[in-house]
Structures are given as structure tokens and as C-alpha cells.
């Protein structure tokens, strides 16, 4: 039996319905295997520079540094899918274990299986698995001496563990190092919105729905989505990522093509009325009507979806992604001035967007909106919600980025692009979830 009453349409990027009467369970991290696939291969696939590593052999600039005298010019590049297999042979527990490594371009892309990731506690055993296997299997092939094969470890690992992050390393995950989380279950909320940006190719739909995603599995890890704060959390993703009962499509929709910020509220309040979501409490001498809802969490995912619309028909109209946290304040300020009731996460969202209109393009102006991740010392307050809004942004930003997606991320787009879970997220959790209603 399902736990909650809540039962949802969920809708793909095209306003098609393509799953019904779906129990909001069956969209939990916990249960549904599309977001259970997504969390495993962010953790398991790495990202393996063999021109970045021969450059630097060739040249002695390894880890930051460069160290004349000590140059090792070996055609890796040349040799990729002999590396490749050599590899696999370190990193595998056992045939058929999931374990892959093929080559891309210039790079070898690994998946490291699971029975290796759950030899250990952090989810850096993929990085650093591959880094090993990768330090060794060059200095295997081509007999590297043993007084030049440090040289072969800086040029892969970076200057780790002078630094205690992977500085000038050859190895890249979509992951940051532990000691750069704010605290426990940051790991998947430290991924910046530009790399959802590239995995989903600017699609602003299913860019919103991969954000939501790593968001709320991030709240899970961090015992926010436990007991009464499940069901909340659960609905925010339905509704603002998955575009539960077609809300979020509709509402960028009807207000597109001249919508505002304002529209769009009107809309989402139309909405939230209609279903019932909200009614008015009081009417004031003034003919000001004060809402209240029996809901809160509902409330709080509708808020959530026309915070997102609300952004993709403001940035869309500019194609310029800096607008992105004054449309996050002022849709969350002329919210609860015109219901009454809280803006997006209960006012988190709403300060947040204070806070990142100066770090991200203002007097401060350290980095465009793409470079901000639910990790940020200015986003990370509201939990869940924030960051689809600000990756939806980027997906429809003209251009006008400093550091654009395909200048910060287009790695990633390399090594996932194949990956149906990361480009599609919408259908593929959509199809998992049909089959868990049959067992709920």
C-alpha cells in the first residue's frame, strides 16, 4: 500500500502525458531504478584525459608544475584502446559486473562496478580506482623506470595529496572531493548547473527535471526527507521537475509568448485555486483577499513550479541567464504579497535570491549564474527548489555567459551524452515509476 494519497500524471517536455495515476511514491529515490541509475553512474563514471596526460609527460608540466629534465614522451593518445583494456582489467571484480571502459575522442570514459564502490565508505572510490588503474597500466605498457614513474602519478592524479583536491589532474568527475562539501549530503547538491546544462544539451525541461533530482536525492542524504518532510519534498520534485499534471508546461505555455513574471503568478494562483490547493481565508475592507491552504507542502511545489515557469519565461524572453536571481526575489515577493501565504521553500528561495544577484553578476560579480550549485555559500540555504530554477536559466541563456556550459562542462556532455537516464530523465523516471505502481 502506498504511503500517501497523492496520486500524479507525469508529463514529458512536449506536454505529452506519459505515465497515470502514478502513487508519489513511485518517483522517490528510494524506490523508483531510473533515479537509483542516475545517483549510481554520477558516483561510477570517470572521466580519463590521455591527451591532457601525454602533453604533460611530453613537456614536464605536471600537477601546476613544471619539472625539466624528467620529460617522458609516450604515445598514449595512439595506444587509447590498448589503455582501455588494461584498465578494465584492474578496475573489474568480475565478469558481467557493470564495469565498463571505452574510448571517446581523446579520453577514456570508465564505469566502475559496484561491488568495488561498496568496498568502501566514499564515493570517491570511482576516482580514485580509475586513477590507479590509469597510473598503473602506463607505467605497465610502457615500462616506465622506476624514478620517472612519479612523474606518471602527477600527470594523472593532479598534485594530490600536496592538495587536498586533484589540482592539474588528468581524471575528472562530475563530483567534487569530500573537503569541498558544506557538510553531510552535499555531494550531489555540489554539482554547478552548467554541467546539467551540458548533459541535457540546453534543454530546459529536462535540465530542471535532472537538477530536481540530484537536489532531492541530496536531501535525502542529509535526513531532510525523513518522516514528515518526505512527502514534501517528494512533491516539490513531481511537480517542479517532473512536470507533474503537466503544470509546469502549461503555465510557460499560456504565458510565453507575453507573459510576465506577474502573469505567470497569476496563472499559478488560477491553478492552485482550481485544484483546490488554496482558498481564501479573509477579504479585507481594502477587497484584498488573504489565501490560506490546509496543504503546505502542495502549496509549496505549486510555488515551485511557477518560480521555475516564472524564470523560463523572464530569461527566455532575454536569453540571458543573469536575470535569473532577481526573477527567483521578485516572483517570490510578489507571491506572498498576493496570496498570503509563503514563497518558494518557505522564504528561503526568496533571500537566496538576494544573495546571489551580488555574488553572481553585481559588485562582486565572482562568477556567472551557471557556476552556482545547491554547495554555494550563497544557494545552498534553499534546499531542493533553487537550483532547477537557476539551471533552466542557463539552458536559455543566448550566449551572454562569461563561463558557458560549453566552456565549463562540455566534458561531461562527452562522457554522458549516451547515457538515455541523463538527457531524458523525464521519461525514463516516468517509466520506472509505472512499474513501481504495479508493486505499490
Not at 542516475?38 to 561510477?44: A, H, N, Q, W
Not at 491552504?293 to 511557477?306: E, R
Request: proline letters at 3%.
Amino acid at each position: 500500500m502506498p504511503k500517501y494519497d497523492d496520486v500524479i500524471d507525469l508529463y514529458d517536455d512536449n506536454g505529452k502525458r506519459i505515465a497515470k495515476d502514478i502513487p508519489l511514491e513511485a518517483i522517490s529515490p528510494l524506490r523508483n531504478e531510473a533515479i537509483k541509475k542516475i545517483v549510481s553512474l554520477t558516483k561510477r563514471t570517470i572521466a580519463v584525459d590521455l591527451a591532457g596526460i601525454e602533453k604533460a609527460l611530453k613537456s614536464g608540466a605536471v600537477a601546476g608544475a613544471m619539472i625539466k629534465g624528467k620529460e617522458i614522451d609516450i604515445p598514449l593518445v595512439k595506444n587509447a584502446n590498448k589503455i582501455a583494456k588494461i584498465v578494465k582489467e584492474k578496475i573489474q571484480v568480475y565478469d558481467g559486473d557493470g564495469t565498463e571502459v571505452t574510448v571517446k575522442g581523446n579520453r577514456l570514459v570508465a564505469i566502475v562496478p559496484e561491488a568495488r564502490m561498496n568496498a568502501g565508505i566514499e564515493y570517491t572510490t570511482g576516482f580514485t580506482s580509475v586513477a590507479a588503474a590509469t597510473t598503473e597500466a602506463i607505467i605497465d605498457e610502457f615500462k616506465v623506470p622506476m624514478y620517472e614513474a612519479n612523474m606518471v602519478k602527477a600527470a594523472v592524479w593532479g598534485r594530490y595529496p600536496q592538495t587536498i583536491t586533484f589540482q592539474g589532474a588528468n581524471v575528472k568527475s562530475i563530483l567534487e572531493v569530500p573537503q569541498n562539501n558544506e557538510g553531510a549530503g552535499f555531494a550531489l547538491r555540489n554539482i554547478m548547473a552548467n554541467h546539467v546544462v551540458a548533459l541535457v544539451n540546453r534543454n530546459a525541461m529536462q535540465g530542471t527535471a535532472l537538477s530536481a533530482i540530484f537536489e532531492q536525492c541530496g536531501s535525502y542524504e542529509m535526513g531532510d526527507l525523513v518522516g514528515n518532510f518526505e512527502r514534501g519534498g517528494l512533491l516539490s520534485l513531481a511537480y517542479e521537475g517532473l512536470n507533474a499534471d503537466n503544470m509546469l508546461y502549461t503555465l510557460v505555455k499560456k504565458n510565453g509568448k507575453t507573459g510576465t513574471v506577474g502573469t505567470v503568478i497569476e496563472s499559478l494562483m488560477d491553478r492552485a485555486i482550481a485544484d483546490g490547493v488554496i482558498k481564501v481565508k479573509e477579504t479585507l475592507p481594502s477587497g484584498y483577499k488573504v489565501y490560506t491552504t490546509k496543504d503546505l507542502p502542495k502549496w509549496n511545489a505549486y510555488a515551485a513550479t511557477g518560480m521555475v515557469a516564472a524564470v523560463m519565461v523572464n530569461i527566455g524572453a532575454a536569453r540571458a541567464a543573469q536575470g535569473v536571481p532577481g526573477t527567483v526575489l521578485y516572483y517570490n515577493d510578489l507571491l506572498e504579497h498576493e496570496s498570503g501565504l509563503p514563497g518558494v521553500d518557505y522564504g528561503r528561495a526568496e533571500g537566496v535570491g538576494v544573495g546571489m544577484s551580488f555574488f553572481s553578476h553585481s559588485i562582486y560579480g565572482g562568477g556567472g549564474p551557471g557556476l552556482f550549485h545547491g554547495n554555494h555559500v550563497v544557494t545552498r540555504h534553499a534546499k531542493g527548489v533553487l537550483i532547477p530554477a537557476v539551471t533552466a536559466a542557463n539552458c536559455l541563456d543566448g550566449g551572454t555567459q562569461t563561463f558557458s556550459a560549453e566552456a565549463t562542462s562540455g566534458l561531461f556532455k562527452e562522457v554522458f551524452g549516451d547515457v538515455e537516464e541523463f538527457a531524458r530523465p523525464m521519461q525514463c523516471v516516468a517509466a520506472e515509476a509505472k512499474k513501481v505502481k504495479k508493486k505499490l
